[in-house]
């Protein structure tokens, strides 16, 4: 599986869009990208994932560039429960769905 | 349903002593990993089971063995426990249906080992 990189934090004010890069250069057509958030050493959530296109659902809007090199997770209005760290992960097909996760992005929201 | 849960919540073991976490899901996934998260890092992959009675060793097997003998359960174990073993450990599952099957994890055992 490709690796990825993180910046290791990030800070945004409370009600302000929060957007996380990724960068996945080495990533192969058939990898997918998946993000997971981890709020204060709980279980990993997930977030949301994409192959190429672009893809919102209810918590977050995913941007993949065209190259798939790299791609930004997108909180549009993040709250102070948004704080948290997010793995960005590169997954490839059919390999038993095994994830391998950085050391992702400390996400701090601030009043 | 109860999703992924795991057993004990929090265990503070001796060098040597050995035990085991028990993972148990509700969903009929067919996949289940065991994962660790030492302090400030992300997670690692042990062992994963694609089905029941099989199982695959991860990133970092060295000193853990695993058994899937029924499909909703996935046991992770010890034999000898060592300092460098203290860490949280997380439970997942997936199913097979689809290749984008995304992964649910339990709330982790923290295990400390004097």
């Known amino acids: 599986d490709a690796k990825t990189t993180q910046p290791p934090s990030m800070d945004c004010a409370e009600g302000r869009a929060a957007n996380l890069p990724c960068n996945h250069s080495t990533i192969s057509g058939n990898e997918y990208v998946y993000w997971y958030r981890q709020i204060h050493s709980q279980g990993p959530q997930y977030i949301i994932h994409?192959?190429?296109n672009n893809e919102t659902n209810e918590m977050a809007s995913l941007i993949i560039t065209e190259d798939r090199k790299s791609s930004t997770l997108i909180l549009p209005h993040a709250t102070l429960r948004d704080t948290a760290v997010y793995y960005c992960i590169v997954r490839a097909f059919n390999n038993f769905n095994k994830f391998y996760f950085g050391s992702g992005t400390k996400l701090n929201v601030k009043p | 349903n109860a999703g992924v849960t795991q057993t004990p919540k929090f265990r503070v073991l001796k060098t040597g002593q050995s035990m085991t976490l028990l993972c148990a899901q509700d969903?009929?996934?067919?996949?289940m990993y065991w994962y660790r998260q030492d302090p400030g890092m992300g997670l690692r992959l042990i062992h994963y089971?694609?089905?029941?009675?099989?199982?695959a060793k991860g990133e970092v097997p060295d000193g853990y063995n695993v058994s899937r003998l029924k499909k909703q359960n996935f046991l992770l174990g010890l034999e000898s426990a060592a300092p460098s073993q203290t860490s949280v450990y997380f439970c997942?599952?997936?199913?097979?249906?689809?290749?984008?099957?995304?992964?649910?994890f339990g709330p982790g055992t923290r295990l400390t080992v004097l």
């Open positions: 994409g192959l190429k």
């Open positions: 969903m009929n996934h067919e996949y």
């Open positions: 997942a599952s997936t199913g097979a249906g689809h290749s984008t099957d995304t992964q649910y």
């Open positions: 089971s694609v089905g029941e009675g099989t199982t």
